[in-house]
Every structure is written in C-alpha cells, then in structure tokens.
C-alpha cells in the first residue's frame, strides 16, 4: 500500500510539472516581444498622385504575406516602426515623418530631421528620408507610453558634405486619443559633424529595461556610447573599434547589428569587411575584436560603390554577409572563423524592372531572413533557413512578390528578444518556400494606354495563362496564351483608370517564372 501511494503521489507531482511546463512553454510564445511584428515600405505614386500605394508585412498572421497598404508618405531610404506587446501597430517613421497606426502624420509630427541639407538636397517628404539604417525606436525606460526615435541627421557643412549629427526626437502614444504626439524633435545629442551613416543600432541592457545604442566615427576608430535608462539618453565613454572607418568607403556602405542574444556585434562593408565583437550588456563594453576576411583584400575594388550589409542568424551562430553581387555565409563557431567563411550565392542577373542585387537583410520575426534589392523592386529575396549551415540556409532570389516596388528600404529594429529563448516566433508559418516564383520582366506597350496593350511574350515562352490584376491583388482578368507571335493584345477598356499588373504564367513552370510588368490605363 505504501508503494502505491507513493506511486500515486509521485504520478500526481508529475501532473503538475507537466502542466506547469506547458503553462510556462505556452506563456513564453503568448508573451513574446512583438515590436518588429509589423513592416512598412514601398513607395508607388496613385494614378492621380493623390496617395501613395505600399505594403505591409503583417507576422501576426499565421500565413504571413505582404498586403497591399494605401499611405500619404512613402519609403526610399530610412524606415523604422514600432508595435504594442500583442504586435499592433503604434506608428512608424520614413525618416522625415512620424506617422500613427492609421497612417496619418502625427501632431508636431512632420519636419522630423528637417534643416538646410533637406530644403537644398531633398525638399519632399513624400520620398521619406535619404539613407537606411539611420533611425531607430526605443521604449523610454521611465515612461511605458513614451519612445525615443533616435536618428542620424544630414548637416549643411559646405567644407564636408553630408556631413551628420545625432538628434533625438520623442513620441507618447497615450496623447491624441490613444494615437500618439510628437511632444519634441529634433533635440541634438551629438553634434560633432562625423557620424558614419547606416550603421545605428541598439540591444537591451541585461536588466532588460533599459538600452545600449552604438554608432561608429568617420575617418577614426571609434564607437560612439550612449546608454539610455530612466534618467534619459546619456553618452558614455568612446570604444575602440580597432578599425579605421574612412569616410569615401565606409560611411553609407554597410550595415551593424546586435547578435540576437546580444552577447556580440557585428559591423560589416564591403571595403572594411566584417568585424565581431563580444559585447557586454551589463556594462556596455566591446571586446575580442576580430576582422574577418569575406574578400581578399587584393580583390577589393575601391573604385566601385557597392552598398553593403549585415545580418545574424536565429541562433546567432552564422553571420550573413551581402554586398551587391555575392552572399557569404560566416560559421562564428568555427575555432578560427576565418575558416568558416562560405560563399552562399551570386547576383542571378534578374531586373524587376531594375538590376535585383543583394542588398538590406532584417531578420523577421518568422525565422527567415528578408533583403530588399537597393533598386526600387517589386520583389524581396529571402533566406528561408538561416539556422542551416551553407547552401543548405535555402537562399531564395526574387523569392517574395511584393504588390508594388520597394525601393530598398527594410526597417531598422533593436534586438528585441535577447532574453527569450525562441529568438524568433515558430507558430508564424510563411507561405513563402517551395511556392515562391521568380519575376522578370517583360516589354508592353503602349504605356500608359486607354486600355489596349500590346505584350511582347519572352523568348522562351510556349504557352500558359496571362493574369490583369489591380494593385490589391486581386484577378480582373485572364485567359490562356501562346507563344504563337512576338505578341499578344490585351484589352482592358472596361477597367477604370489606375495601376495595373499585367502577368505571363507559363504552364510548364519547374523554373518558377513568371514574366510581369506594372502599367497605367487612362481615360
């Protein structure tokens, strides 16, 4: 009998530990940091100029795809945006503009990094604000309604232009009815005139409220320090960076990221190659430094322009190195990581409708990696497995169709869950994988029409189904086609005026291409 008891007893205790688990397990995936669920882009004029039509990467949906998303200001360089702890939108910046959930300029919210550079160099905001990775969204340790936009401004400095100085800018979204204000901007926080562009960035501190941010000197080996807690944004010593960052080559050429767990930091372009350090989140302090060689530094060719960037895997073992033409692969657990060096893939050569190269990486928080191409593009590229090691990380050129283009701009989000132990959320299932197609592009004329098109049918084209689509996606029109002539008609007279997509899919398709174009009817 008191064996059975004590069987009963020990079965009940398992019960509870069971139950306690999968309480515990189920709590972890419900209470994720959601901050980075939600993505704005795009930039793609309405017929009439009015709005601007861009998309939206929604990962609260389980099947996450871009969404067409009609906006008043679009994206051509920095994005940023920022969500609730269940992952709905607060508001989001291009740059020049704060906008709220509803994509309405906030109050005192325009102007953001405004001054003589822009009125000489920019003038609109429509086009959202030049550069990327330049402007950041951290929560205010000392206010859970206020967050600081951090941002690297352009200065007017005839005897060095572009020349850049940090300004902080500030939101609480508990003012206009829930929607948010802009309660000052543009305050300076560093105005020493020699920021090196592209390479903001920031990680929790280890008692996971407050934030370390970084940002490295031009012509100098120096990180710039500021920890921001609840007594404000407070700059710290300068870093070592061990590396030089010349202003013609490394400023505006690459991109630096926290590893996910954010013990390191990495700083890669393609003239100064990759650099890792160890990071300390208690103290803030980098060491260990170590250059890493993607190229041989007999092959760097300084003459070329080629923009550059950096992204960590999941598990914060590879780091992912794209630099226009080619993608590399680094294995950090290697003993000597120089040794871990892969080449992952080339530049297939694909316009949509400009050259698609290799270009911006943020890692979703589905596990995959996305990179815009730095051209205006109606397509993303995606790294489906980046936990994998080589070829294996399944890199997907053109992988995504986007319902309008890109135009190169991805947002730039801190480290949100370095304390979590899933990295990235695993009940966020993409559609995107065997099913994704490759665009090209195809010849139609006349452009803009009232409404009849001539297209010229690809080369290689034997027979398949020709798609009319508006710009939500959605099939006006389609009928089955054949390479039998240089061209088909199309006729679309009965569609109103707008922007159409008009789409070759040919029937045997193992390659997973289809040939498409974006064209205007008028009246």
Known sequence: MASSHALSKYINIMKWIVLFVTLFIADTILSQIKGDYIWIGGIEFTADMANINGHKMDFNNSDMQPEFQEMKLGFTGNNTSICDDNGELLFYTNGCAVMNRNHEVMPNGDSINAGQWFDIYWKDCLYGYPGFQECIILSDPSNQYGYFLIQTTRIYYPQIKDSAELR????????????GDVTYKNKKIYNGQDLCNSYLTAVKHKNGKNWWLLQPLENDSIFLAY???????????????????????????????????????ALYNYYDQLHIYDFDRETGSLSNHQKIEIYHPDSIDRSTILFSSVEWSPNGRFVYCASSEKLHQV?????????????????DGTLNPFP??????????????????????YSLHVIN????????????QNGIKLPNTNSGTLPNFPRFRVDEVDKCDPTITSIFGDD????????????PSTGVFRVMMPEAFISGIMVVTNIHGQILVQKSVENVSFSQEIDITTLPSGVYNIEIYPIDNSARIFYGKQVVKVE
């Open 385 to 396: 497995k980046p936990d994998e090691l080589g070829i294996a990380c399944d890199f997907v």
């Open 331 to 347: 294995d950090t657990w290697e003993d000597d990581p120089q040794d871990g060096v892969r080449h992952i893939a080339d530049y």
């Open 436 to 447: 994704v197609y490759y665009r090209k592009d195809i010849h139609i004329y006349p452009n």
């Open 227 to 265: 920890y921001i807690s609840e007594d404000g944004i407070i700059q710290m010593p300068n870093q070592n960076s061990h590396q030089f960052f010349d202003r013609p080559r490394s400023n505006s050429s690459g991109t630096s990221k926290f590893s996910p767990d954010g013990t390191k930091y």
């Open 356 to 377: 698609n190269r290799l270009f911006l990486m943020v890692q979703g928080p589905d596990c995959r990696i996305y990179m815009t191409p730095k051209n205006g593009s």
């Open 168 to 179: 902080v800018t500030y939101i609480d979204i508990s003012l206009n009815g829930g929607f």
